[in-house]
């Protein structure tokens, strides 16, 4: 059953003119100052996730983004300011991008703010979609297998050096450690240092392609997924779970059930009628596909209607996808709290292995409106579901 609820704050600054017939994407370009008002945004949310209730803000890596929609390079030294900020919420790498890092150096950058926060930092690894980002660094994207077979040797390796106390590796990109001569003696084996505090390292990754691979390789390493809610289309996707459940049982978990080990994302906007929420949330909805939308997240759109999207006088009339038709489908939970508890509701009895949720905004929703939903959110939605899981702990 339901029990947690999470956030996602991708870093995006706050923005005027946004939705289909808005500033373009590549026309947006802020000040150096106000790019970095992403930082006590930030705060501002996890000071009120944390003060209602909220299991985990999650958070994203991202670079070079002078259009202010993911703002935040580093993600681990931003948890461990927020966490000494905060009393109990926890902080979820949503996602560290593995090839835009030496895995060794991930590794310990990670284990420094486990140690630090007392582990109040969740491990998250992703592959990467910004081809600006990631060709930066110097590490493939657009070839996608190298981009994957770089990425599965990095984690790989990263979990090797969590959970061995003293470890090599010998594989396509990296041998570690070099064979080199050091103090007298020839090096075989290195130790990270510091390793984790919390081990077993929990790993989250997010669920984009669902391909038998990608999943296996996920259940194999006892890695957690994220589905929807970020950068792709929100809601629970049947097929995409129980996909992930099968690869669980072919990994040995036979009693694996639907939902286990997944958050299921969503992007939420409540009012006091569903009516009045989609009137409001339409601009944000519209603005979050304009900026993910060209980068093929969003499998649905033409190459006609992406280029429409640059185009705020073509746009609106283009034939994009409508906030209406995402709340048909539940991608998107508009309405009073009655109606998204609701939804929930029907959500936990569908997927009884599913224990967490993430409620969250569209890019360009201004601090204001987030910080007003979420605690509407946990005033009058989060205790339908908490609550129970409190009854249901039996006392001493």
């Known amino acids: 059953m339901i029990t947690k609820f999470d956030s996602l704050y991708a870093g995006h600054v706050d923005m ?28 501002a949310i996890a000071q009120t996730m944390d003060r209602c209730g909220y299991d985990t803000m ?33 902080f979820g790498c949503g996602f560290n991008i593995a090839p835009m890092w030496n895995p060794l150096r991930l590794a310990e950058d990670f284990a420094t703010a486990d140690i630090l926060t007392r582990g109040r930092v969740i491990f998250g690894v992703g592959r990467g979609y910004h081809t600006r980002e990631v060709e930066t660094f110097g590490s493939p994207l657009q070839d996608q297998a190298a981009n994957r077979d770089l990425f599965e040797e990095q984690v790989e390796l990263i979990l090797k050096s969590f959970n061995e106390r003293s470890f090599s590796h010998q594989g396509k990109y990296y041998t570690i450690p070099p064979r080199v001569p050091y103090r007298g003696y020839e090096l075989e084996e290195i130790t990270l240092v510091p390793r984790p505090r919390t081990l077993p390292v929990e ?32 809601g629970a996707i049947y ?47 519209e603005e979050n596909l304009k900026m993910f939308g060209p980068l093929r997240l969003v499998r649905s759109l033409t190459d006609d209607q992406i280029e429409a999207m640059g185009d705020p006088s073509r746009a609106p009339t283009a034939g994009l996808p409508t906030i209406e038709r995402a709340v048909e489908r539940q991608g ?30 569209p890019v360009g929703t201004p601090e204001k409106i987030i910080l007003e939903q979420l605690e509407w959110l946990a005033r009058d939605v989060m205790p339908a579901f908490t609550s129970k899981a409190e009854q249901a702990v039996p006392a001493d």
């Not at 939804?343 to 993430?358: A, C, F, M, N, S």
């Open 16 to 43: 005027d003119n946004v939705g289909y017939g808005g500033t373009p994407v590549n026309d947006r370009s802020f000040s150096d100052e106000y790019l970095a008002t992403a930082f006590d945004k930030a705060q």
């Open 58 to 90: 999650w958070m994203a890596e991202h670079h070079f983004q002078p259009e202010g929609y993911e703002c935040i390079p580093n993600l681990l030294m931003l948890n461990v300011h927020l966490a000494h900020l905060t009393k109990s919420l926890k």
């Open 203 to 234: 790993t989250w990754q997010p669920i984009q392609s669902a391909t038998p691979r990608a999943l296996d390789f996920m259940a194999k390493h006892g890695i957690k997924g994220m589905l929807g809610g970020g950068v792709s289309e929100g």
């Open 239 to 285: 097929d995409v779970i129980a996909a992930y459940r099968d690869a669980l049982v072919r990994a040995g978990r036979d009693d694996a059930q639907l939902g286990e080990d997944l958050v299921i994302g969503f992007h939420f906007f409540m009012a006091d009628t569903q009516e009045a929420a989609i009137k409001e949330a339409a601009k944000y909805y």
């Open 332 to 361: 998107f939970l508009c309405g009073p709290p009655e109606l998204i508890i609701e939804q929930l509701k029907e959500l936990e009895e569908q997927y009884p292995g599913l224990e967490r949720v993430g409620m969250s905004h």
